[in-house]
């Protein structure tokens, strides 16, 4: 189905997501996500794409910069440099498809799969062996803020002003909070979710 191993966006086999089509609106809507964010989104990627991976360099430096996220992707042997590497394939490709997220069924499903990669099946998809079972939540929502702050360098070289600039800063926000919030029902009762 696709070239990134481990990627299973759109794979029919994925459970059936836990959040329906109203249960997005409603979240979108909580969150002061419109459709003017979703076009805001589309002018992000054409001005982020040819620099994604300069900005995988940065976040990538910045988890090798902090043993207390660096953790999550090392065994006993030390940091395993072919479970960073299969991740950043996925990753980059999360940040093109966010970009470009027409939040469908298939969407929601990948959500629900990257949480449970998170915590529940996290190392299931790289055979990695060793590592922690769990991305611990708390980073998870604190590292939200640095994926924020990093694109704006990048979406100042292509936005038409200061306020275009803000606008698809906080567009891309949103779409991270978003996915976050999705991505926490791996963490949760289902009543608590
Ligand atoms: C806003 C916060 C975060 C975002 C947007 C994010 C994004 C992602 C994405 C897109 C993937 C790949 C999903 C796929 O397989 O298709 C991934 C996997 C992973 N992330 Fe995160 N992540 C976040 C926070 C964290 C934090 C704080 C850590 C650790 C300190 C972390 C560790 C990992 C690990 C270890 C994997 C691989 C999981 C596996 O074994 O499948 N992530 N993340």
Redesign the pocket.
Known sequence: MSAIP????GDPSLPQPTVDGSGLAQLQAALLMTEADIRLLRDAAAIMDPHIEELLDTWYAF?GSQP??????STPSGPDAA?LGA?RT??A??VRDTLRANFDDDWLA?QD??GR??AG??????G?RG?PEV??LR??????YP?FTTVRPILARGARDDAHLDQMHHAWLKA?IL??SL?AGAYTRPEWF
């Open positions: 481990g990627y299973r966006f988890v207390a996220l660096l953790a999550s992707f479970y991740v996925r990753f490709q999360w990948y799969e990257i990669r998170h099946a996290k190392n299931q998809t790289d990695v590592a991305v611990p980073y998870l929502i604190a590292l939200i994926i991270v996915s976050v991505w």
